[in-house]
């Protein structure tokens, strides 16, 4: 079945340095990849998307490219910030019926001033 | 415009009882799906709800069970409760049949907690 592969966390970095948290999938067609974001105490908000191989999704300073040969949809930021600590979640909508997602187990970033 | 919202925030039971959780889909929606997140852990997707109907399920058994109104608000029932229902129990709707339905938009969850 399909299925989502995140690096595990937390990943703890210091203001200003550069992000990669990795995502990996599995999926049978072509399925929809997302991030989405969750700060404490609180829902998911999505940080971005991509619909395509070699779509590009951008956000906020974030990016993750659609990957299809490596089945990957790592994201990245040039510079974080303390305000980025949250958890991140890569997904995938394997645009179905219900477009349902499929999410990873999540990885906490923790940016230290 | 008025996003997704859940109802209540926060609600302690006790094992063997029933719940009832509540959301208001983001305005112009109409598709309704429900996620439980469990601690440390990914949601995990319960059903959807589509024209009032039941569209699709996970893995999930039948004690947990839903309604959608007339107007897409849904309703989450979780009866005969266990200490493995606690968790965060998050609502998300889109608008089916476009391109915008890939996005899907998450209320703030309930946080359950079974005793």
């Known amino acids: 079945g399909n299925s989502v592969t995140q690096m595990e966390g937390p990943v703890t970095l210091s203001e200003e340095a550069f992000l990669t948290i990795n995502c990996t999938y599995t999926?049978?067609?072509?399925?929809?990849l997302f991030w989405y974001v969750q700060y404490p105490g609180e829902g998911l908000q999505l940080l971005l998307k991509?619909?395509?191989?070699?779509d590009k999704g951008s956000n906020k300073g974030f990016e993750a490219t659609y990957r299809k040969e490596t089945t990957s949809f790592h994201l990245e930021k040039g510079s974080v910030q303390v305000s980025d600590s949250a958890v991140y979640f890569c997904?995938?909508?394997?645009?179905?019926?219900?477009?349902?997602?499929?999410f990873g187990t999540g990885t906490l970033l923790a940016v230290q001033p | 415009d008025a996003g997704v919202t859940q109802s209540p925030t926060h609600l302690i039971k006790t094992r063997g009882q029933q719940v009832t959780l509540r959301c208001s889909p983001k305005?112009?929606?109409?598709?309704v799906s429900w996620y439980q997140q469990a601690l440390g852990q990914g949601p995990q997707f319960i059903f959807q709800?589509?024209?009032?109907?039941?569209?699709q399920r996970g893995n999930f058994p039948d004690r947990f069970s839903g309604h959608q109104f007339p107007n897409y608000s849904s309703e989450l029932n979780v009866n005969a409760l266990l200490l493995g229902d606690s968790a965060l129990y998050l609502c998300?709707?889109?608008?089916?049949?476009?391109?915008?339905?890939?996005?899907?938009?998450f209320g703030p969850g309930t946080r359950l907690t079974v005793t």
């Open positions: 998300a709707s889109t608008r089916r049949g476009t391109a915008i339905s890939y996005e899907q938009y």
């Open positions: 999926a049978t067609g072509y399925p929809s």
């Open positions: 991509a619909t395509k191989a070699d």
């Open positions: 997904a995938l909508s394997d645009g179905g019926a219900t477009n349902k997602l499929i």
């Open positions: 305005s112009g929606h109409d598709t």
């Open positions: 709800y589509y024209e009032e109907e039941e569209r």
